[in-house]
C-alpha cells in the first residue's frame, strides 16, 4: 500500500465534505433567483440551476480524485491507464446523473442546454478506449 496516496486520496474526501458543507449550509441557501441573470440559455431559474450544478459537480470530482488516489494507494498492480479512463467515465456518469436530477421539475430544459447528452458520448468513449 503506498501510504502518501492513500493520505491525499482523505484529503480529497476531506475536502470534498467540506465543500459540500459550506455549499449546503452557507452559499446555496443564499442564492435565488431575484439575485441572478438569464442566460441566452434559459431564466434566472436556469442560471441558479447552472450555478448550483457547478457547485456540487466540484464536490463530486473532489471526492472521485479522492477514490481514484485510494485505488491507487491499495491496488499498485492495477493498470493505471484503465483505472484512469474507467474513472473518467465513472465521473461523466455522475456528473450526467446531477445534471438529469437538477432537471427533474423541468426536463425541457435538458433540451434547451443538452450538456448531459455530451458527457454520455464522453463516458462512452473514456469506458471504451479503457478496454
Do not use: Q
Amino acid at each position: 500500500m503506498n501510504v502518501e496516496l492513500a493520505i491525499a486520496g482523505l484529503g480529497c474526501f476531506l475536502l470534498a465534505f467540506g465543500h459540500t458543507t459550506i455549499g449546503l449550509r452557507w452559499v446555496l441557501p443564499n442564492l435565488t433567483k431575484g439575485h441572478l441573470a438569464g442566460t441566452p440559455f434559459g431564466p434566472p431559474a436556469m442560471t441558479l440551476g447552472m450555478v448550483r450544478f457547478t457547485w456540487h459537480v466540484v464536490s463530486i470530482l473532489l471526492v472521485g480524485f479522492g477514490v481514484l488516489l485510494v485505488a491507487l494507494a491499495l491496488a499498485p498492480d492495477a493498470d493505471p491507464k484503465a483505472l484512469l479512463l474507467r474513472w473518467f467515465a465513472a465521473f461523466w456518469l455522475a456528473a450526467t446523473a446531477l445534471a438529469c436530477w437538477n432537471a427533474r421539475r423541468r426536463p425541457s430544459s435538458l433540451l434547451r442546454f443538452p450538456v448531459p447528452l455530451v458527457f454520455v458520448v464522453i463516458a462512452v468513449l473514456c469506458w471504451t478506449a479503457s478496454t
